[in-house]
Structure formats: structure tokens, C-alpha cells
């Protein structure tokens, strides 16, 4: 006899699963490479950071493996874990990757029309102009990158905003590896208002451009190459910090990894 089935229209519930301490590492590991917290080239002592998070180091090995296959840690045989370094000479692959991730966000903000979403982008060009007013680097820097988040988020799909997530932080990366210390530029670009303007119009190759230019300007910069118009930008520095331990991490109602 057959062995019955389960009548169609009654789906399968699955439990949500929470938080793992693994899944908590790795996000400390990552905000930490974000903050320069886990300075660029930096070795990951084991010991030492499952000691400052109040982890084991199991849970603490396997995130760091995640971690490894996003490209933000490094492993080399007998040196064991880095923070990964982003030379001037790997800038056109993480712009190349941004461009395919940022570009397909534009044309399907354009193709939705999405008020709100555009009404939030408009918001986060605000933010980055008052930031370029203050002599915060750290703080203009974060604007920059939360524009361009919510640009990708903006578009609605769920797993460009995931890819994103990673590349802004392999962004800061870049910032962290130049000669230079952490620079940013003060005055937003003239770009910056062009893509909005361009969202708003519905004109998703007016768009493309400006974001075009204004990564090719980026490049240049993290480059120490002057902008193809030869026109000077206004930069602010941040001053060189000691990098601050790791808190304990808060595993309260998570499962364990």
C-alpha cells in the first residue's frame, strides 16, 4: 500500500532559527574590521580574541572561516589569519563588483518607482552633506557608504543588499590600505546629485553614469592619482588611533554554535 501524503496546501513549517553564537562572532568580527577596531593586515590571535569576547575558540575558528571565504580575513599557510589588506592594484575588481551590484539596484529602483525608496535615498545624500561639514573623516566616511547601502536596499532585492553588505565593508579595507591612513573626501561629489536627479527622472542610464564616475573618481583617490578633470577635492584625514580591544559578546538567548 501506498504510503499516504500529506494533503497539498499544508506546508511544511520550519522553526526560525536564532542567533548563533558563531553567527555573533562573526558579525563582532565584522563591525571590527569595519571600525579599523581589527586593524588591515592585523594577525587574528585566537587566544586573544576569544579571551576579549568571551567565546570559546571553537565557535571563534569557524566564524573566522566565514569570514575567509567573504575576503575579509586572510589565511596563509604557517602565518595562520589577517585582516585582508586591499592594495591600490586590486581597486578596479572591488569597484567592478560594486559597479555590477549598485548598477542592476539602479535599474530596478527605476524600473519600480518607489517613492519611499527613493525618498529614503534622498535622506541618506542629506546625511552625507552634513556630515562634509564637520572634520569628522570616520564620520563622512560612514555617510558615503550608508548612501550607497541604501541605494542597493532601495532596489528591493534581498540578496543584492547581502552582496553589498560585504563589499562596504571591503571598501573600508581599501580606505584602511592606503599610504595615506584613513582619507576621505569632504566635498561630495557633484556626481552624488546627478544619480539622484537621474533616479527621480526614471533615467536609469543617467544614473549608471554618474555612479560611473563618481567610482572612477574613487579609484583615482585610493589610487593618489589625480581626477581625470585635474581638479583638486578637499580631503580630510583621520588621526592615527591605537585600535581598541574587543568587548564581551552578548550571547544572551542565542543558541550556541
Known amino acids: 500500500m501506498a504510503t499516504p501524503r500529506a494533503p497539498l496546501g499544508n506546508p511544511t513549517v520550519f522553526r526560525v532559527p536564532r542567533s548563533s553564537t558563531v553567527d555573533l562572532i562573526a558579525i563582532e568580527l565584522r563591525n571590527a574590521i569595519y571600525s579599523g577596531a581589527l ?3 592585523s594577525p587574528i590571535g585566537e587566544v586573544e580574541i576569544s579571551s576579549q569576547l568571551g567565546v570559546s575558540r571553537s565557535p ?3 566564524a573566522t572561516q566565514r569570514l575567509v ?4 580575513l586572510t589565511a596563509t599557510p604557517g602565518r595562520g589569519l589577517r585582516v585582508s589588506v586591499i592594495p591600490a592594484e586590486h581597486l578596479h575588481d572591488l569597484y567592478d563588483a560594486r559597479a555590477a551590484i549598485e548598477f542592476q ?3 530596478l529602483l527605476v524600473a519600480s518607482g518607489d517613492a519611499h525608496a527613493l525618498a529614503g535615498i534622498d535622506d541618506a545624500l542629506a546625511e552625507l552633506e552634513k556630515a562634509s561639514t564637520g572634520d569628522d573623516a570616520r564620520a563622512i566616511g560612514d555617510a558615503d557608504l550608508t548612501f550607497h547601502r541604501t541605494l542597493v536596499e532601495a532596489s528591493g532585492n534581498g540578496r543584492l543588499a547581502r552582496y553589498m553588505a560585504t563589499l562596504v565593508i571591503e571598501t573600508r579595507i581599501a580606505s584602511f590600505s592606503t599610504s595615506e591612513g584613513y582619507v576621505v573626501r569632504r566635498d561630495v561629489s557633484p556626481t552624488y ?3 539622484v536627479e537621474a533616479l527621480h527622472a526614471g ?3 543617467a544614473a549608471i553614469a554618474a555612479l560611473q564616475t563618481q567610482f572612477d573618481e574613487a579609484v583615482a583617490r585610493l589610487s593618489g592619482r589625480p581626477l581625470s578633470d585635474g581638479g583638486p577635492i578637499q580631503t580630510v584625514e583621520e588621526p592615527p588611533t591605537e585600535p581598541l580591544p574587543l568587548g564581551p559578546l552578548d550571547t544572551t538567548g542565542t ?3
Do not use: F, N, S, W
Open 105 to 107: 539596484a539602479i535599474r
Open 39 to 41: 586593524a588591515v593586515g
Open 69 to 72: 571565504q567573504e575576503g575579509l
Open 60 to 62: 571563534l575558528r569557524e
Open 203 to 205: 533615467d536609469a542610464d
Open 193 to 195: 546629485h546627478a544619480l
Open 255 to 257: 543558541t550556541l554554535g
